[in-house]
Nanobody, 115 residues
Framework: QVQLVESGGGLVQAGGSLRLSCAVS????????MGWYRQAPGKQRDLVANIISSGSTIYADSVKGRFTISRDNAKNTVYLQMNSLKPEDTAVYYC?????????WGQGTQVTVSS
C-alpha cells in the first residue's frame, strides 16, 4: 500500500516561510509526477506546483517566485518551500504523486497565514 505523509504545516505570519514535506512509502516502481495542491474553504482544489521525472517544474501563477518545489529521490520525499507567505496562501495543502497509472494523495496539512 502506498502512503503519503505530509508535514510542516502550521501557523505563520505574513511574510514568513514554511517548508512542507511529503514522504512517500510503499512499493512504487516509478513516479512520474510529484506535486502539491491546495484547497481553501469554499474553493476548489488547485494545483500549486508539480515536478516531473525529468526535474522540470511548473507553478501556479499565484506562487511563482515565492514557492519552490523540490524532491529527494533517495528519501522518496517531495518538498514545498514557501517564502513570502500571504494570507491568501491559507489552505489545506495536499501532496500528490502519480505513476502514470494511478494517483495517490496525502491527507493534507493545514497552512494558515495571519496578517
Amino acid at each position: 500500500q502506498v502512503q503519503l505523509v505530509e508535514s510542516g504545516g502550521g501557523l505563520v505570519q505574513a511574510g514568513g516561510s514554511l517548508r512542507l514535506s511529503c514522504a512517500v512509502s510503499g512499493n512504487i516502481f516509478s513516479i512520474t509526477v510529484m506535486g502539491w495542491y491546495r484547497q481553501a474553504p469554499g474553493k476548489q482544489r488547485d494545483l500549486v506546483a508539480n515536478i516531473i521525472s525529468s526535474g522540470s517544474t511548473i507553478y501556479a501563477d499565484s506562487v511563482k517566485g515565492r514557492f519552490t518545489i523540490s524532491r529527494d529521490n533517495a528519501k522518496n520525499t517531495v518538498y514545498l518551500q514557501m517564502n513570502s507567505l500571504k494570507p491568501e496562501d491559507t489552505a489545506v495543502y495536499y501532496c500528490r504523486i502519480t505513476t502514470g497509472a494511478q494517483d495517490y494523495w496525502g491527507q493534507g496539512t493545514q497552512v494558515t497565514v495571519s496578517s
